[in-house]
C-alpha cells in the first residue's frame, strides 16, 4: 500500500476494514503464540487448514493463526466463532474430527471441551470458562482475536484510531495531560508515574533539541512472559504506543529492545514495523501531520541486566551491558547523552487505549493509587498456568484460586512470589490483601514486570530463595562491590544450609548482608537482589532454622538433608529403581526387597520418579 | 561447524551499512555458526571501527555468544522459575549424567552440547528441554532418558 497522507484516507481504509470485519461469519481461531507452540499448535493449524480446504462445507470458513489468549495450560489452544466454542489440548489427530462434526454439523466434541474440575461440567464457550470470566482484558484485548502478522486486523478493530486522534487533533501538552489524568504507571515494575515521566523527558528533548524513546523488551524475570505474548500477539499496539509517546515528546526516533530469545516476538515485531512503514504510520510527515518518527529493533543478547534503564541503552550503544550511577536520569542524559524516555512494552501497549477511550475511562479501573488492569504470568504450582489481565486491587485470593483455578493435585498452597528474583513472596495468611503497588510493597514483594510463582508445600522456601540468588549473583555484572560480592556471600550461605551446613548466626548475616546488598548496590539489579531471601527470612524463618538448628528440610527438598529408602512392604522387587540408578547405590534382586545405600545415593530422585508402587520413601 | 570469512564479512558488512551496531554483528555470526571464531571478532573490529578490546568484552559478557564451537546438537534446559519449582534440577542432572558432561559442555565427540536457559517463558510446559530447537515440555527424568536415546539411535543410524 501507498503511505496515508490524511485522517480522511485513514478513516476510509479504517471504515472498509471495519465493516468486511465481522464477528458472526464462521472463522477457527488457533492460538499460534510460543506457549501452544511448544505444545505443538502448528500441526493442528496447518492440519486444519489442509481439511478445512478439502472439506465439502456449506460457508467458506477461515482459519486464523492468532497470538497468545493466555491459557496456556489447556494448550494448543482454538476457538470456533462465532459462537465461541472452545476446545483445548489439541493433537492434530482431533483435526478432521472437528473440521466433520462441529464445522460441518455442527455438534459438539466434548471431550475437547474444557471440564470444570470442581462441578466436572463441560464448558462450551469461551467466555464462560472461569479463567476469563473475572479478567478485565484490556492490553490483551485483542490477543486471541486478530492475526498479529496484519495490520488490517489490528486496524478493523480501531487501531491507530488513536494514533491519528493525537497527531491531528490533540497538542503533544495535551497528550501528555492525558496520559497523566489516567494515573498510568510504569508496568516495568516500578511504578513510576508514566505522565511525569513524559513531561519530564519533554522538557528536556526542547532544551537538547533531540532525544529517544525506548521500549523496554527485555524481559528477564524467569517466569514471566506477558511482554512477549503482547509483542507476539498485538504488536501494532506497542508501535502505536511509541509514535504517540513520540509525538508528545517530542522525538523522532526510537528502540524496542527486545530479547533474543524470543525469536517469534521479533519477527512479529519486525514484520509490524515494516507494515506501519508502509502504511505511512512510520517515517516523515505521518498522516499528513508533518510529524516524523523511526523505529529500530535491538536484540538483547541474554544479559538480565540489561532490564535495567541505563544497562539497556549502553547495549544499545553497542558496549556491555553495566549500568551507571543515576542520577543523570535518562530523562534528562541518556542515550547517546540525549533525553531519553524508556517505559515497558505494557505502558506502551497502555497509550493507545487511554488516548482512543479517554483517561477518565482508562482510570476508571483499579485502585485510587494504582489504576488501570495488571498482566500477571500465573505459573509454578498452579492448575491454571497462563497470562491474566485482572484490575488493580484484585486480591491475590481471587487471582490464585478463582481464575487460576488453585493448587494441583490437592497440595495446600505455601507461598506466592510476585515480582521474580526482584520480588518477594506473600504467604497465605495475605492471600486477601489487594494487589496495588503500595500493598505489595508493604508486604516486601514488589509489583515487578507481573511474574507470579506459586509455590506448594512441596516447595522448600530456602532452597527457593536459594534459586534466585544463584539467578542474580550469575546476572550480576560485577561492576559494584556491594552486587558482586555480596550476592555472592548471601549465596554461598544459602548453599552450605541447603547443603546441611548452616550454622548458628548465618540468618542473622543473611539479614545484614541483605541489608548491605540492598543498600549500597548500584543499579535495580542489586538492590533488590536480596529481597527474596529477605522475604522468606520474613515469613519463612521457621524453614530456616529447620534447616539450620535441626538438620532437616521440611519440604524434603534440599539433598544435603535428605535421605532415600525403601518401605520394604511396597517393593515387590522389579528391579526398575536399581537398573535406573546411577550411582549403584540400590541393591537387591529380581523379587526380593531392594536396599538403598545412603553413602553411594546422590539423591538425585530418580528411583522414587521410576517406582510404581510408590516403594520409595524420602525424609 | 566450518566457517567461511566471506560469510562472516558478508555479515559484517550489511551491518556496517545498516545499523553498523556491534553487538548485531556478533549474534548474526553466532546464529549462522553457533559461535564466534576469533577471526569473526577481529573482523567486526576493523570493519565497524570498535576496539578489539571492546569486542571481546561484548562477546564474554552476554549469555548468547560463545567463543566454543558447539556440538551438532544442543540440547537446552529451562531453568526459569516455573520450571525450576517442576522440577528442572532433575532433569539436568539426568542430562548430565547421561551425556557424561557438565552444562555449558560439549561432549569430546562433538555431538552434544548442553545448555540452560534463563527463561523461555513457556512455563505452562515446564520442565522443559529445547533440543535443536524442538520444545518438550513436561519433562522427567523417564523422559530424558527416552530423549536421550532417540537421539543417540538417530545419530548412529546418520
Known amino acids: ?11 476510509s481504509w479504517r471504515a472498509g ?3 468486511a470485519w465481522d464477528d458472526t461469519k464462521p472463522c477457527v481461531r488457533v492460538c499460534d503464540g510460543t506457549g501452544c507452540r511448544a505444545l505443538g499448535s502448528q500441526k493442528v493449524l496447518a492440519s486444519l487448514r489442509q481439511e478445512v480446504g478439502k472439506a465439502d462445507l456449506a ?9 497468545c489468549p493466555g491459557f496456556c495450560e489447556c494448550g494448543p489452544l482454538l476457538t470456533i466463532y462465532p459462537q465461541r466454542i472452545s476446545y483445548q489440548r489439541l493433537a492434530p489427530a482431533d483435526v478432521p474430527e472437528i473440521v466433520q462434526q462441529t464445522l460441518k454439523n455442527g455438534e459438539i466434541i466434548e471431550r475437547l471441551l474444557y471440564t470444570d474440575p470442581q462441578t466436572g461440567e463441560h464448558i462450551r464457550r469461551e467466555p464462560d470458562l472461569p479463567f ?3 479478567q478485565t482484558r484490556q492490553v490483551l484485548e485483542f490477543n486471541g482475536r486478530i492475526d498479529p502478522t496484519r495490520i488490517e486486523d489490528y486496524v478493523a478493530l480501531g487501531g ?17 495531560d492525558e496520559v497523566r489524568a489516567s494515573g498510568l504507571r510504569g508496568r516495568g515494575g516500578a511504578g513510576f508515574l508514566t505522565g511525569l515521566k513524559w513531561e519530564l523527558c519533554r522538557k528536556n528533548v526542547e532544551r537538547a533539541g533531540s532525544g529517544y524513546i525506548i521500549c523496554n523488551a527485555d524481559e528477564g524475570d524467569p517466569g514471566a512472559f506477558m511482554d512477549r505474548s503482547v509483542v507476539e500477539g498485538n504488536p501494532h499496539a506497542v508501535i502505536e504506543g511509541m509514535i504517540i509517546g513520540a509525538y508528545a515528546m517530542g522525538v523522532h526516533e526510537g528502540f524496542v529492545y527486545i530479547r533474543t530469545e524470543y525469536p517469534l516476538a521479533v519477527d512479529n515485531l519486525r514484520n509490524a514495523i515494516r507494515q506501519a512503514e508502509a502504511a505511512g ?3 516523515s510527515d505521518i498522516l499528513g501531520s508533518g510529524f516524523e518518527f523511526g523505529l529500530h529493533v535491538r536484540l538483547g543478547a541474554g544479559a538480565f541486566v540489561c532490564g535495567e534503564e541505563t544497562a539497556l541503552m549502553a547495549s544499545i550503544e553497542g558496549r556491555i551491558g553495566e549500568p551507571r550511577p543515576r542520577p543523570p536520569y535518562p530523562a534528562g542524559s541518556g542515550l547517546w547523552g540525549k533525553p531519553t524516555n524508556i517505559n515497558n512494552v505494557k505502558s506502551w501497549a497502555a497509550v493507545p487505549i487511554i488516548i482512543g477511550r479517554g483517561a477518565e475511562r482508562y482510570a476508571g479501573v483499579g485502585t485510587p493509587t494504582s489504576k488501570g488492569t495488571m498482566i500477571f504470568s500465573v505459573v509454578g504450582k498452579i492448575n491454571n498456568t497462563g497470562l491474566v489481565e485482572v484490575p488493580m486491587g484484585i486480591s491475590l485470593r481471587e487471582l490464585i484460586f478463582d481464575i487460576g483455578g488453585g493448587i494441583p493435585n490437592g497440595k495446600a498452597f505455601k507461598a506466592a512470589q510476585i515480582g521474580g528474583p526482584s520480588g518477594g513472596c506473600i504467604p497465605a495468611e495475605h492471600l486477601d490483601v489487594p494487589i496495588d503497588y503500595e500493598s505489595l510493597t508493604s508486604l516486601g514483594a514488589i509489583m515487578g514486570s507481573g511474574g507470579l510463582v506459586v509455590a506448594d508445600e512441596d516447595n522448600c522456601m530456602v532452597d527457593f530463595a536459594r534459586y534466585f540468588m544463584t539467578f542474580t549473583q550469575q546476572e550480576s555484572c560485577g561492576k559494584c562491590v556491594p552486587c558482586r560480592i555480596g550476592t555472592k556471600a548471601m549465596l554461598a550461605t544459602l548453599e552450605r544450609i541447603c547443603a546441611g551446613e548452616g550454622q548458628s ?29 529477605l522475604s522468606t527470612l520474613r515469613y519463612f524463618r521457621d524453614e530456616y532454622e529447620a534447616h539450620i538448628l535441626d538438620r532437616r528440610c521440611p519440604a524434603k527438598v534440599c539433598r544435603g538433608l535428605i535421605t532415600y529408602s525403601i518401605i520394604p512392604e511396597e517393593c515387590n522387587g522389579c528391579m ?10 540400590v541393591s537387591g534382586s529380581k523379587g526380593e526387597v531392594h536396599t538403598i545405600d545412603a553413602a553411594l545415593c546422590t539423591r538425585c530422585g530418580v528411583c522414587k520418579n521410576v517406582c510404581k508402587f510408590d516403594a520409595v520413601l524420602v525424609c | 561447524m566450518q566457517i567461511s570469512i566471506s560469510e562472516i564479512n558478508e555479515i559484517i558488512n550489511r551491518e556496517a551499512a545498516g545499523d553498523g551496531s556491534l553487538i548485531g554483528a556478533l549474534e548474526e555470526i553466532q546464529e549462522r555458526f553457533r559461535y564466534l571464531p576469533p577471526e569473526a571478532l577481529i573482523l567486526a573490529s576493523e570493519r565497524l571501527g570498535v576496539p578489539l578490546s571492546q569486542a571481546y568484552s561484548v562477546a564474554t559478557f552476554y549469555n548468547v555468544f560463545s567463543l566454543k564451537p558447539k556440538g551438532k546438537h544442543c540440547l537446552t534446559v529451562c531453568m526459569g522459575t516455573a520450571c525450576h519449582v517442576r522440577g528442572s534440577p532433575q532433569v539436568l542432572d539426568r542430562l548430565e549424567t547421561k551425556l557424561g558432561i557438565k552444562a555449558g559442555e560439549t561432549t569430546p565427540n562433538h555431538l552434544f552440547t548442553l545448555e540452560t536457559i534463563n527463561c523461555l517463558g513457556a512455563c505452562a510446559l515446564g520442565p522443559i528441554i529445547v533440543s535443536d530447537g524442538e520444545y518438550s515440555g513436561q519433562m522427567s527424568t523417564r523422559k530424558v532418558d527416552a530423549l536421550v536415546k532417540s537421539m543417540m539411535q538417530a545419530e548412529a543410524e546418520a
Do not use: W
Request: charged letters at 15%.
Open chain 1, 1 to 11: 500500500m501507498s503511505p496515508l497522507q490524511s485522517a480522511l484516507e485513514f478513516e
Open chain 1, 17 to 19: 476494514l471495519a465493516s
Open chain 1, 59 to 67: 460457508t467458506p470458513i477461515e482459519v486464523v493463526g492468532t497470538g
Open chain 1, 132 to 134: 476469563y470470566k473475572r
Open chain 1, 160 to 176: 491507530y484510531t488513536a494514533l491519528t486522534k493525537a497527531l491531528l487533533t490533540m497538542t503533544p501538552e495535551a497528550v501528555i
Open chain 1, 281 to 283: 504510520f512510520l517515517g
Open chain 1, 505 to 533: 548466626g548465618d540468618v542473622e548475616y543473611l539479614l545484614e548482608m541483605g541489608d548491605h546488598v540492598k543498600r549500597n548496590s548500584l543499579c535495580g539489579l542489586g538492590q533488590t537482589a536480596p529481597n527474596p531471601v
Open chain 1, 576 to 585: 526398575v529403581c536399581l537398573r535406573n540408578c546411577t550411582s549403584n547405590a
